[in-house]
T-cell receptor, first 110, second 114 residues
Framework: GEDVEQSLFLSVREGDSSVINCTYT??????LYWYKQEPGAGLQLLTY?????DMKQDQRLTVLLNKKDKHLSLRIADTQTGDSAIYFC??????????FGQGTTLQVKP | SAVISQKPSRDICQRGTSLTIQCQVD?????MFWYRQQPGQSLTLIAT?????????ESGFVIDKFPISRPNLTFSTLTVSNMSPEDSSIYLC???????????FGPGTRLLVL
């Protein structure tokens, strides 16, 4: 079945860039998402990218997609302590169903 | 973005009982999705709820355990039946946004079964 893999933990210093990586197996995935979950909160849609795009930038967030390698990354520029959270990669198609990765815990040290 | 509310936000229940979780959306949507997030885990799709038809369940989830209602295009309920401690999870509903490719989640219902 479809699988989405993420590294579990990333620690960075405030002001540095963070890069969270994700790999997936389903080549028919049409939409790829990044969600943020803060402690005790729900999922916040951060950004998404179509499978026919290579890159998408939205303020401090940059998403890169390597479709050949089925690799997705989220770069957060100038990481702040408020960015500390769990980041989930998810992939989906026209059915609307999403397959989630395990989540990457981002720790931002002051 | 869609505005989604869920009730209750959290609950503590005794084993063997059932809990019904409500999901309300501020716009009409064809599809609604129910996910489960077990402690420290990722999200797993339970079922897809379509208005006017029976829900479609994913592998490992059955209607007797997780009955779903979808009476209209803005509302759905998920019941967790005959609960056991293994059902302790966050249950989230999700809907597509006005832009088809977006997907938004409710705040979740945190369930603890003792």
């Amino acid at each position: 079945g479809e699988d989405v893999e993420q590294s579990l933990f990333l620690s960075v210093r405030e002001g540095d860039s963070s890069v969270i990586n994700c790999t997936y197996t389903d080549s028919s995935s049409t939409y790829l998402y990044w969600y943020k979950q803060e402690p005790g909160a729900g999922l916040q849609l951060l950004t998404y990218i179509f499978s026919n795009m290579d890159m998408k930038q939205d303020q401090r967030l940059t998403v890169l997609l390597n479709k050949k390698d089925k690799h997705l990354s989220l770069r957060i520029a100038d990481t702040q302590t408020g960015d500390s959270a769990i980041y989930f990669c998810a992939v989906g198609g026209i059915t609307g169903k999403l397959i989630f990765g395990q989540g990457t815990t981002l720790q931002v040290k002051p | 973005s869609a505005v989604i509310s869920q009730k209750p936000s959290r609950d503590i229940c005794q084993r063997g009982t059932s809990l019904t979780i409500q999901c309300q959306v501020d716009s009409q949507v064809t599809m609604m999705f129910w996910y489960r997030q077990q402690p420290g885990q990722s999200l797993t799709l339970i079922a897809t709820a379509n208005q006017g038809s029976e829900a479609t369940y994913e592998s490992g989830f059955v209607i007797d355990k997780f009955p779903i209602s979808r009476p209209n295009l803005t509302f759905s309920t998920l019941t967790v039946s005959n609960m056991s401690p293994e059902d302790s999870s966050i249950y989230l509903c999700s809907v597509p946004g006005q832009i088809q490719e977006t997907q938004y989640f409710g705040p979740g219902t945190r369930l603890l079964v003792l």
